[in-house]
């Protein structure tokens, strides 16, 4: 059952993120495809790694602590482990179909 | 964390930049200076410094405080020196001002005034130099557009050098054949190191990045982009190396610097195609205007070069330089400034404002303190005006030229006030931007942003 559980939350997780937007593009981090993978262990910790579009970029700090913040906020997570990756690094081949047509044409 | 932070001090150097262009501007259209004056008249040289310094290289630095730390993915060392680096460049540029007035008797000063000036002007680029150097010396090995900064850099100390040495022949410190020679032949390779080395070079290596960023282009390190390097570096170094020459009025002096601007001319030739690719290879088709703007300014620097080859073929270099300066100023330097802006001035005012509640509450975008279409048609205002102000340079109309440059002052204004209202968050919805305090124009936050 706890692996059903840790996937559930896992879910949930993903979900709670899609609260914090990229600033630049004004889209939900998760449907711009910046955040790489989400994974519960142990029915309370998330760890969830992530990139932003720049490497470098000043709002990258804050990017990532909304992050942190939004996975806390989901009830049952009690740690939270947010790694910051550029390998791969992001590109707009990420962005999900049905918010493709941000960049224009 | 690899990252960078807000820097504090950057609006304010970007507000004492614009007052700089304001006034130097108000002052031609009010007849001060070229083309009324001499190229080489003392109120000349006041409008000269107030836009090369004021202007800018205030802007140059403000920029470079906040985006050296991203060029490198690391924090800014030497924190403390913004704030003392501008009141030393301020009061270095007023005393310098001061004793080019006191030259045409304007005003009464010293004649210690421009030396001095240029000593405040050594210390306060000085800590410039030191703050971005230690910087970048920590991030070593450094990407290709933080090469071009370092190059910059060092055309900057090169500049401040012969600024200061000259200040001191016209003020009598300094004597000697060799001095007052490098005064009479060395102007060119003052005015070269600060607006091709320092500005130029430095602009278009942040202009790499920044192009890449904003329009989502790939950041791929390109063998052309080497070539710009190699070749304006050796242009560079071609018009330093031309120093000696001037100071012993030597032959060699025509050469070198004919030499150097072939070199720069293909610099600028290949720049100008990554320039293009740049474009071509962006993923974000809508772009916004901060780009579209930077375009006129690409198209001044094209307009530049074809200018000098023409100058240079038909032998009228000296009698028209000031045509030619006008247009790499205003249009190149300027316009790339003011379209830059319009995006960095959004951008540091979300971090401050926005960025501590992302995730907490409904924030808005970067794009939400922005006004684009009604901003637009006054950048294509400035661009004209600039390019008709060098057309009447060129064709010997004084009265025109200062009706044109009023259009450039009323479009500079116009474009200062969107400055103001995106700082001022006046563009973002009101149901956004409720319960936000509205940040100072141009002062630093009280408390610290991470």
């Given at each position: 059952m706890s692996r059903a559980e840790d996937e559930d939350l896992a879910g949930q997780v993903r979900e709670a993120l899609k609260?914090?937007?990229d600033p630049e593009l004004g889209q939900n981090v998760v449907d711009l495809g910046m955040i790489y993978n989400v994974s519960v262990t142990d029915r309370c910790v998330a760890t969830i790694s992530m990139t932003t579009?720049?490497?470098?970029?000043?709002a990258t700090g804050f990017i990532r602590q909304a992050v942190e913040d939004r996975a806390w906020s989901?009830?049952?997570?009690?740690f939270v482990d947010v790694q910051l990756t550029y390998d791969p690094p992001w590109s707009p081949?990420?962005?999900?179909p049905e918010i493709a047509g941000l960049l224009g044409r | 964390m690899p990252g960078a932070s807000l820097s504090r001090w950057t609006l304010t150097y970007f507000a004492c930049a614009l007052v700089c262009l304001l006034v130097a501007e108000s002052l031609m259209v009010m007849g001060f200076g070229y083309p009324g004056a001499a190229i080489d008249a003392p109120e000349t040289l006041i409008l000269v410094h107030l836009v090369a310094i004021g202007w800018l290289s205030l802007l140059m630095c403000g920029a470079l405080f906040q985006f050296v730390p991203v060029l490198v993915a690391r924090p800014l060392l030497g924190e403390a020196l913004p704030p003392v680096a501008l009141a030393a460049i301020l009061l270095g540029l007023l005393a310098l001002l001061a004793g080019f007035a006191g030259l045409s008797d304007l005003i009464a000063v010293p004649p210690e005034m421009l030396p001095l000036g240029g000593l405040l002007l050594v210390a306060g680029f000085g800590a410039v130099m030191l703050s971005l150097g230690r910087t970048l010396w920590a991030a070593r090995p450094l990407a290709l557009p933080a090469r071009f900064v370092v190059v910059g850099l060092a055309a900057l100390l090169g500049t401040v050098l012969l600024g200061e040495t000259f200040a001191l022949v016209l003020s009598g410190r300094l004597g000697g054949d060799m001095a007052l020679s490098l005064l009479l032949n060395g102007v060119p390779l003052h005015a070269l190191l600060g607006l091709g080395g320092w500005m130029t070079f430095t602009a278009m290596g942040v202009s790499y990045r920044l192009l890449a960023m904003f329009m989502l282009a790939p950041e791929t390190e390109r063998y052309s982009t080497r070539l710009v390097l190699a070749a304006g570096t050796l242009a560079l170094v071609l018009v330093a190396a031309a120093t000696p020459f001037a100071m012993s009025a030597g032959a060699g002096l025509a050469g070198l610097l004919l030499a150097a601007a072939a070199t720069g001319l293909l610099a600028m030739g290949v720049y100008a195609s990554d320039v293009v690719a740049l474009y071509r290879q962006r993923k974000r088709r809508n772009i916004e205007l901060n780009a579209v703007a930077a375009i006129g300014a690409f198209a001044a620097l094209l307009a530049s070069a074809m200018l000098l080859v023409a100058l240079l073929a038909t032998g009228q270099l000296q009698t028209r330089i000031g045509a030619l300066t006008y247009v790499f100023a205003f249009g190149w330097l300027g316009g790339l400034g003011l379209a830059k802006l319009y995006k960095i001035i959004a951008f540091l005012t979300w971090l401050e404002c926005f960025a501590p509640v992302l995730g907490k509450r409904q924030t808005p975008r970067?794009?939400?303190?922005?006004?684009e279409p009604r901003a637009a048609p006054w950048f294509g205002a400035y661009y004209a005006a600039v390019g008709f102000a060098t057309l009447c340079l060129l064709v010997d109309l004084p009265t025109a030229f200062r009706l044109f440059v009023g259009m450039q002052l009323f479009a500079t204004l116009a474009i200062a006030r969107h400055f103001y209202r995106s700082r001022e968050l006046l563009n973002v919805p009101p149901e956004l931007r409720r319960g936000f305090a509205r940040p100072h124009p141009f002062l630093p936050p009280a408390r610290k942003v991470p």
């Open positions: 609260l914090v937007i579009t720049t490497r470098g970029c000043p989901v009830e049952g997570i009690e081949a990420r962005i999900a | 970067v794009q939400d303190l922005v006004d």
